[in-house]
């Protein structure tokens, strides 16, 4: 199994405050590091290793994402969130109940999560999860559409909530510009690259 951490433990790329390409309204949004794909034109190469990069609890990510008043949900995006499912489903678990709404991109179609060769704890992911886009992707089905929730043509966005289907409204090929108290600074969008300090940041 890609991911062996306990699961009150998850191995992450990035994190990031106040998002607007990543779901609707402002949002936290994880990154995950770790992903099998390794999809041509993949937006994060450097999550693509399972080895440990920021290692940290549950509680802290919990306790990040409610510390931002603004926030309105949280959006798990790596790498690959459902290698990591039985973690991100506490952590989506917890802040729903503190009233955020949750979401995540998934390189597997809803299809594979819910079969017999899910990664361990995906259904308990999704029965968390408010909305899901799912699906790998598909460099030739890139959409390049600044009013597009997806990034390429065989992915969907799959809404669990319906009080959130009239709030589809990201847009994936548009950037967003992050930049800290110490100078470094992300990036997060379509054509964005995961990665910090002078590094950026993808979907």
Same mark, same amino acid.
């Given at each position: 199994?890609?991911?062996?951490?306990? +699961?009150?433990? @998850? %191995?992450? &790329?990035?994190?990031?405050?106040?998002?607007?390409?990543?779901?609707? *309204?402002?949002? /936290?949004?994880?990154?995950?590091?770790?992903?099998?794909?390794?999809?041509?034109?993949?937006?994060?190469?450097?999550?693509?290793?399972?080895?440990?990069?920021?290692?940290?609890?549950?509680?802290?990510?919990?306790?990040?994402?409610?510390?931002?008043?603004?926030?309105?949900?949280?959006?798990?995006?790596?790498?690959?969130?459902?290698?990591?499912?039985?973690?991100?489903?506490?952590?989506?678990?917890?802040?729903? +109940?503190?009233? @955020? %709404?949750? &979401?995540?991109?998934?390189?597997?179609?809803?299809?594979?999560?819910? *079969?017999?060769? /899910?990664?361990?704890?995906?259904?308990?992911?999704?029965?968390?999860?408010?909305?899901?886009?799912?699906?790998?992707?598909?460099?030739?089905?890139?959409?390049?559409?600044?009013?597009?929730?997806?990034?390429?043509?065989?992915?969907?966005?799959?809404?669990?909530?319906?009080?959130?289907?009239?709030?589809?409204?990201?847009?994936?090929?548009?950037?967003?510009?992050?930049?800290?108290?110490?100078?470094?600074?992300?990036?997060?969008?379509?054509?964005?690259?995961?990665?910090?300090?002078?590094?950026?940041?993808?979907?």
């Amino acid at each position: 199994m890609p991911n062996d951490l306990p +699961a009150n433990q @998850l %191995n992450l &790329m990035g994190y990031v405050n106040r998002s607007e390409v990543n779901g609707p *309204g402002k949002r /936290a949004v994880v990154w995950v590091q770790g992903c099998l794909r390794e999809c041509p034109g993949c937006f994060n190469p450097a999550s693509w290793p399972f080895e440990p990069n920021q290692v940290v609890s549950v509680d802290e990510v919990v306790e990040q994402i409610l510390a931002d008043p603004e926030n309105e949900g949280v959006t798990f995006s790596g790498g690959e969130p459902f290698w990591q499912a039985p973690a991100l489903a506490t952590v989506a678990y917890r802040v729903k +109940a503190a009233g @955020l %709404n949750t &979401m995540s991109f998934s390189g597997f179609t809803l299809g594979e999560l819910q *079969g017999p060769d /899910a990664p361990p704890g995906a259904q308990q992911l999704l029965d968390q999860l408010d909305i899901l886009v799912d699906g790998p992707f598909v460099e030739s089905l890139a959409t390049h559409d600044p009013t597009s929730p997806v990034s390429s043509r065989n992915q969907r966005v799959r809404v669990f909530n319906p009080a959130l289907r009239d709030r589809i409204h990201w847009a994936s090929d548009q950037i967003e510009v992050h930049i800290f108290k110490d100078g470094s600074r992300l990036v997060t969008g379509y054509h964005g690259q995961l990665g910090l300090g002078d590094g950026d940041v993808g979907n």
